[in-house]
T-cell receptor, first 116, second 113 residues
């Protein structure tokens, strides 16, 4: 089974620039999550999709962050304009929603963003 | 407001000995707890989980203990191996949260040969 694919792996941008990240979940996984992990902290949920609908985006800074999951498969997360404090690893995860152990949660390798 | 706390940023253990990683939580609604392991430049990988109806779950060298009254859980690794060196995250979820995970800040485990 192929894992969760994310690209790019690394990105360096200047503040006030825009950036986009891409995620392709495991085939058949209806639920997709974007997490932000700042250095020294645990991952924090930004947004959750169920198919192509948003389940929860309460922690997404909507003045600068946006995300979409057209057709209920892959997803993009965009930041515009970026701030220094957006430097973090952005993790995408997908879940089948079933399974007793971990809800079938699988994380991608993440995109490391550095804003200078 | 940190609902899941891992108060030890790092832990060093000798190979073959027991590693004990601790986690505390404040939200009484949490009813499912998970441990993830993370290597550098990789995403977190699931290790073991426990439901609030249990107080212990075992999987090979890994055992998770849950003390609901103290709102505390721990991960025991016996025996520890150098390949276990990684960052370990405790995470929690509750039934009404659409399976969103709340993570602790992680503990860097180093197993010395």
């Amino acid at each position: 089974e192929a894992g969760v694919a994310q690209s790019p792996r690394y990105k360096i941008i200047e503040k006030r620039q825009s950036v986009a990240f891409w995620c392709n979940p495991i085939s058949g996984h209806a639920t997709l999550y974007w997490y932000q992990q700042i250095l020294g902290q645990g991952p924090k949920l930004l947004i959750q999709f169920q198919n192509n609908g948003v389940v929860d985006d309460s922690q997404l800074p909507k003045d600068r962050f946006s995300a979409e999951r057209l057709k209920g498969v892959d997803s993009t997360l965009k930041i515009q304009p970026a701030k220094l404090e957006d430097s973090a690893v952005y993790l995408c995860a997908s879940s089948s929603g079933t399974g007793p152990s971990n809800y079938g949660y699988t994380f991608g390798s993440g995109t490391r963003l550095t804003v200078v | 407001d940190q609902q899941v706390k891992q108060n030890s940023p790092s832990l060093s253990v000798q190979e073959g000995r027991i590693s004990i990683l601790n986690c505390d939580y404040t939200n009484s609604m949490f009813d499912y707890f998970l441990w993830y392991k993370k290597y550098p430049a990789e995403g977190p990988t699931f290790l073991i989980s426990i439901s609030s109806i249990k107080d212990k779950n075992e999987d090979g060298r890994f055992t998770v203990f849950l003390n609901k009254s103290a709102k505390h859980l721990s991960l025991h690794i016996v025996p520890s191996q150098p390949g276990d060196s990684a960052v370990y995250f405790c995470a929690a979820s509750y039934s009404g949260s659409a399976r969103q995970l709340t993570f602790g800040s992680g503990t860097q485990l180093t197993v010395l040969p």
